[in-house]
């Protein structure tokens, strides 16, 4: 740039008019050629800032995205783990679960076999108990019919009573204790036995029931009174004040209709005869 101004100035001091005009001219050619290459150089200048600022911005945007990438990878992971360990807790309280249903599975089942068992055996009981009971109703019937035909027969048998389960005879003539047994026997039943005060009450309905002889004697030890059948005798079947004669002979006794009263077994009396239908 001197050098062109020194130029210029000996070029002014030598030449005249025209030519002092043309170095004028090249000279601002010059400079503006300066200018232009010194704007071109700073542009460059310009342009080479810009694109290192750019790829300074380009590399921290490049760390900022390898960072988050890492925090998203570790984040990835940690999520992984805690979705893997709660998968493991979750298939061994399922195989807990698993385990207490078999068990109760294997006991319920053990419980329903047992069941079918008991069930078989009732069956079986029930089976055999129907089969019975149609036995025993058929027996039933077939004793009810045999039943009617032995009342059939007792109503056709002259002067016999019956009183649940036992008939009686009643005797028309008068005999001593021992003859009217005999009679009782010969008849196939034996002079009659007062079990309780329900059958003594029967005896008084009954016409000709009262002042017979009974079945009780005190014939082999005295004082001790005992029916025909050896069985004893019941209290509150004596007519009161008796028995009057334990050591006397008065060892036989008969009905009243106030109740059983000793007497003579050599006296005559009417007397009944007892039978059992059972
Ligand atoms: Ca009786
Ligand atoms: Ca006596």
């Not at 009974?214 to 028995?243: A, Y």
Request: one cysteine or more; hydrophobic letters at 30%; aromatic letters at 6%.
């Amino acid at each position: 740039m001197d050098s062109k101004r020194q130029k210029i100035c000996k070029r002014t001091h030598v030449n005249s008019g025209t030519e002092v005009r043309e170095d004028v001219e090249e000279m601002i050619t010059d400079a503006n050629r300066d200018t232009t290459s010194r704007h071109d150089l700073r542009t460059e200048t310009e342009n080479s800032d810009t694109a290192t600022h750019q790829t300074l911005q380009d590399t921290g945007s490049v760390c900022v995205k390898i960072r988050s990438s890492r925090a998203a990878a570790v984040c990835l992971v940690l999520l992984c783990v805690l979705l893997l360990t709660a998968v493991i807790v979750l298939c061994v309280e399922l195989s807990k679960i698993i385990d207490q249903f078999k068990i109760k599975y294997g006991n319920l089942t053990e419980e329903i076999n047992k069941l079918n068992d008991r069930k078989s055996i009732l069956t079986n009981s029930i089976m055999i108990l129907s089969n019975d009971n149609k036995t025993l109703i058929s027996k039933q019937h077939k004793l009810q019919q045999e039943m009617t035909e032995l009342w059939q027969k007792i109503h056709k048998m002259d002067g016999w009573k019956c009183n649940q389960s036992s008939l009686y005879f009643i005797s028309n003539e008068k005999q001593n204790w021992t003859e009217s047994r005999r009679d009782c026997r010969e008849r196939g039943a034996d002079l009659i036995i007062i079990n309780d005060r329900e059958e003594q009450e029967f005896l008084k309905r009954v016409p000709g029931g009262t002042s017979v002889w009974t079945g009780l004697t005190h014939n082999d030890v005295e004082g001790t009174w005992k029916w025909v059948d050896d069985s004893t005798l019941t209290s509150g079947l004596w007519t009161d004040g008796e028995p009057l004669d334990n050591t006397g002979d008065k060892d036989c006794a008969i009905n009243l209709s106030s109740g059983l009263a000793v007497n003579s077994c050599n006296t005559i009396f009417k007397w009944i005869c007892e039978k059992n239908t059972v």
